[in-house]
């Protein structure tokens, strides 16, 4: 009986074990979001950034959008501690008179926003710049004869028939959504947009390059990380009825290079600022190889798609090789009674 006993004891104390542990690990990551390697993020970074992101904003989003722009977020913090600690392991380091001069500026855009976490988050996004200047823009070049060769396997995209026009655009909205831009930045009232857009048009007259700002800071997620490019626009595209006569007038007003006034319209109960830049005018007509304008925009295309193309790879790669364990994600999928494998 003893002996019987025993044995149950011994092949009973694994299980004990084991179940003592995961009561361990369920409560030891109760506070955390997630866990990036041997750094954490936690439930109070996490609301932390909601917060601020969120603040003074009077709309109210129910739960089910709170979770969802939470894990945006989150996915963003781990993203960002991902390439922060590559950067740390290449010793890039910010020149202080450069985080010191963004820092002053984005102080002065989010005065209620403490001045630790302004910096924080100023130097992770520099440090972000720096990386994939140094790691991807630096390495991507395109030959004259690659430039060739699009232009005469795309001959039939040289003949316009009609005036274009190549625009890229900043949009700020005070308008709830999760947001995509290099800086994790969301204006959050109507108060904050304004200031957001003003900030970002005095950057542009001192000089500033629209494509950073609008990489840094515009919050239409469809083409903030390609610098706001909105493609190529024709004339009867901008004068349809679906183009607001605000928007329209203030790109045809524009001539090659040059950057908008703020345009703000007013749409959906939400007031939106854009500022445009017309990045190339197209009249109708075929369009010659030998036209400089005409190897510069495949150029730049090259370029561009293939930078968006190593970020993401570089990114991809760098967080398959990160050691990731998103707890927040996985308590969600708890609450709802949904079992991973």
């Not at 992770?124 to 004259?144: G, N």
């Not at 947009?193 to 469809?222: C, T, V």
């Not at 183009?243 to 045809?252: G, H, W």
């Not at 190889?289 to 005409?294: G, H, I, K, L, S």
Request: overall charge positive; hydrophobic content about 40%.
């Amino acid at each position: 009986m003893f002996m019987r006993l025993l044995r149950c004891a011994l092949f009973s104390l694994p299980v004990g074990l084991l179940l003592f542990s995961a009561a361990c690990h369920k409560a030891a990551s109760a506070g955390l979001a997630a866990r990036v390697g041997n750094e954490t993020i936690t439930m109070a970074k996490l609301d932390q950034v909601y917060k601020y992101q969120t603040l003074g904003r009077p709309q109210k989003v129910s739960a089910n959008e709170e979770k969802l722009m939470k894990l945006s977020l989150l996915n963003r913090l781990i993203d960002r501690r991902i390439l922060m600690s590559y950067a740390a392991a290449l010793h890039i380091a910010i020149p202080p008179a450069e985080l010191n001069q963004r820092v002053a500026q984005d102080e002065a855009m989010y005065p209620k926003i403490p001045p630790a976490v302004v910096r924080e988050d100023a130097l992770a996004t520099l440090t972000e710049d720096h990386l994939y200047q140094r790691e991807i823009s630096s390495r991507v070049q395109v030959t004259p004869a690659q430039i060739e060769a699009f232009y005469n396997a795309h001959r039939g995209n040289f003949q316009i028939q009609q005036p274009e026009y190549h625009v890229a655009e900043i949009e700020v909205t005070s308008q709830p959504s999760p947001v995509n831009n290099l800086a994790s930045n969301k204006a959050g009232t109507p108060a904050q947009a304004r200031q957001k857009i003003r900030m970002i048009a005095g950057r542009l007259r001192q000089g500033a390059d629209f494509a950073q700002l609008a990489q840094q800071y515009s919050e239409n997620p469809n083409n903030a990380a390609s610098g706001g490019d909105l493609g190529i626009i024709t004339l009867p595209e901008l004068s349809s009825q679906q183009v607001q006569p605000q928007l329209r007038n203030a790109i045809l007003k524009l001539k090659p290079g040059q950057i908008s006034p703020v345009v703000q319209v007013f749409n959906q109960g939400v007031n939106r600022y854009y500022i445009f830049k017309l990045l190339e005018y197209i009249p109708a007509g075929r369009r010659q190889f030998t036209d400089p304008n005409v190897q510069a925009a495949i150029r730049q295309a090259l370029v561009r798609t293939r930078q968006q193309l190593l970020r993401a790879a570089f990114l991809t790669a760098l967080r398959d090789r990160a050691r990731v364990h998103n707890y927040y994600a996985e308590r969600l999928l708890r609450q709802a009674g949904v079992k991973l494998p």
